[in-house]
Nanobody, 115 residues
Framework: QVQLVESGGGLVQAGESLRLSCAAS????????MGWYRQAPGKQREWVAAIFSGGSANYADSVKGRFAISRDNAKNTVYLQMNSLKPEDTAVYYC?????????WGQGTQVTVSS
């Protein structure tokens, strides 16, 4: 019954921007720390960003200054604004939720950044 559904992925050129969305259902969204992970082909899944219900956020060094995570608790949605995209940002991006010792994952959305 819990679902995290990502959208907004696609193919863009280096330097362009993209905004990912993750719509959550089946959870009390405001109780969850939400986040984004990504996984490039042949690599381990990498944490990208996290945001608490009140809006405080943390970022991986690789995206700091370029990406911004935000959430709209009224819409049960978390976003990832990705600016100044680089080819190395190419990956499947996964939405993640954590609370009360439980965690949930979305199915992923592909982001491809061409040079």
């Amino acid at each position: 019954q819990v679902q995290l559904v990502e959208s907004g992925g696609g193919l863009v050129q280096a330097g362009e921007s993209l905004r990912l969305s993750c719509a959550a259902s089946g959870i009390i969204f405001s109780d969850f720390r939400m986040g984004w992970y990504r996984q490039a082909p042949g690599k381990q899944r990498e944490w990208v960003a996290a945001i608490f219900s009140g809006g405080s956020a943390n970022y991986a060094d690789s995206v700091k200054g370029r990406f911004a995570i935000s959430r709209d608790n009224a819409k049960n949605t978390v976003y990832l604004q990705m600016n100044s995209l680089k080819p190395e940002d190419t990956a499947v991006y996964y939405c993640h939720g954590l609370a009360w010792g439980r965690e949930f994952w979305g199915q992923g959305t592909q982001v491809t950044v061409s040079s």
